[in-house]
Antibody, heavy 120, light 109 residues
Framework: QVQLQQSGPGLVKPSQTLSLTCAIS??????????WNWIRQSPSRGLEWLGR?????????DYAESVKSRIIVKPDTSKNQFSLHLDSVTPEDTAMYYC??????????WGQGALVTVSS | QTVVTQEPSLTVSPGGTVTLTCASS?????????PNWIQQKPGQAPRALIS???NKHSWTPARFSGSLLGGKAALTLSGVQPEDEADYYC?????????FGGGTKLTVL
């Protein structure tokens, strides 16, 4: 049973960087069969896939076009976790953020969610 | 920009059957798009019900089934229960990126 535990600040000031972490238990961030994803949800944008990291002999990242210029998803093998960094945030980035594991096309495991508010 | 379209809302009677669909702006949804169906109840995190168009998770009730139907991904609920009232989202893979549909609000009435 894979569990994902999210952590990070709930309030970020405009123009700053939003950073969240997703700690993994029951699998490895270096798994050759899983991808590690960030998803957000807001009333205005619905559910939105943001990006992912995965390891297939080397590390790969993919990002949604809507945030591609200001997002980084990074693995941390020493802590078996992965993180989201979203630069230059605006109030439009206020949302519930989820991490999720995908393997062989199946989104089987989700974090509990973290509400991030962008406000001064 | 790729758009995934779902019915905004549907209503079904308890014990009835309903089919939700998921269409892609790029053309037919096939198994190569790995369509997932995600359920979300108020105040809860999303939970996957169906992956790869028709594969159920161990926790997916038997009354839920997924298929590919007329160029779309479809989620059918047979023998609907009151607790099935929720938002349902499809999630589709486009070679390096995933895209969510806008969701269907299912009312059991």
């Amino acid at each position: 049973q894979v569990q994902l535990q999210q952590s990070g600040p709930g309030l970020v000031k405009p123009s700053q960087t939003l950073s969240l972490t997703c700690a993994i238990s029951g699998d490895s961030v270096s798994s050759n069969s899983a991808t590690w994803n960030w998803i957000r949800q807001s009333p205005s944008r619905g559910l939105e896939w943001l990006g992912r990291t995965h390891y297939r002999s080397k590390w790969y990242n993919d990002y949604a076009e809507s945030v591609k210029s200001r997002i980084i998803v990074k693995p941390d093998t020493s802590k078996n976790q992965f993180s989201l960094h979203l630069d230059s945030v605006t109030p439009e980035d206020t949302a519930m953020y989820y991490c999720a594991r995908e393997s062989t096309g199946a989104y089987s495991d989700w974090g509990q969610g973290a509400l991030v508010t962008v406000s001064s | 920009q790729t758009v995934v379209t779902q019915e905004p809302s549907l209503t079904v009677s308890p014990g009835g059957t309903v089919t939700l669909t998921c269409a892609s702006s790029t053309g037919a949804v096939t198994s190569g798009y790995y369509p997932n169906w995600i359920q979300q109840k108020p105040g809860q995190a999303p939970r996957a019900l169906i992956s790869n168009a028709s594969n159920k998770h161990s926790w997916t009730p038997a009354r839920f089934s997924g298929s590919l139907l007329g160029g779309k991904a479809a989620l059918t609920l047979s023998g609907v229960q009151p607790e099935d009232e929720a938002d349902y989202y499809c999630l589709v893979y486009y070679g390096g990126a995933w895209v969510f549909g806008g969701g269907t609000k299912l009312t059991v009435l």
